[in-house]
């Protein structure tokens, strides 16, 4: 708490000094306003995608899930744990045989004592090995239960044409959400959205 109120007085600080502060979700903008509403506070994406010819999605020819997400980053360490202990027997229980790929940077000793006969750990991949991988999964998912701001990680798959299931942490800043991906905040929710 008291780290987290250093960081808000640094941050006023800086909005004292400047004319305008850009956000990159109207989340973000609300919650300064509802602080300050004299701010001249504005959302402007940081998600301006390139545009790419995307594999069409076919579903029969697809099997498994995928997770992606650097691992020296906590929220995704927890997300995928509480994926594997949680969500993943339920959905095995529906669909047998599906496998899980986690997919990212660092994995450390507790992501890598995920990995099982159906949970597939990476680590880092190539560019060009992840987009491979992604033309061959049925699913991505992104069961963060905590963490701030537009998740990279949501606006690849949506890239991707990938469906996806996340949670409303892993929504968090896409505009009309609920649109454009399956959202659950529980693990009974999660494994019937898969």
């Known amino acids: 708490a008291k780290a987290a109120q250093k960081w808000q007085e640094r941050e006023y600080a800086v909005f004292d000094r400047v004319d305008k502060i850009y956000y990159p979700s109207q989340i973000e903008v609300d919650e300064i306003h509802s602080q300050r509403p004299n701010l001249d506070v504005r959302a402007i994406p940081l998600y ?48 047998p045989g599906i496998k899980l790929h986690i997919v990212g940077s660092n994995p450390n000793d507790v992501v890598m004592s995920l990995a099982s006969d159906t949970v597939i750990v990476h680590g880092y991949l190539s560019d060009e090995a992840l987009n491979e991988l992604y033309t061959q999964v049925r699913q991505a998912v992104v069961p963060l239960r905590y963490g701030a701001g537009v998740k990279g990680k949501v606006l690849e798959a949506i890239q991707k044409n990938v469906p996806l299931v996340t949670t409303t942490v892993g929504a968090e800043g896409i505009p009309a959400a609920e649109t454009v991906m399956n959202i659950a905040d529980t693990a009974v929710d999660f494994a019937t959205k898969i």
């Not at 010819?53 to 509480?82: C, K, M, T």
């Open 48 to 95: 301006v995608l390139p545009v790419t010819e995307s594999q069409a999605y076919v579903s029969s020819v697809r099997s498994d899930l995928l997770f992606v997400g650097g691992f020296n980053h906590p929220p995704n360490v927890d997300g995928i744990s509480w994926f594997v202990a949680e969500v993943l027997p339920l959905v095995e229980e529906q669909c």
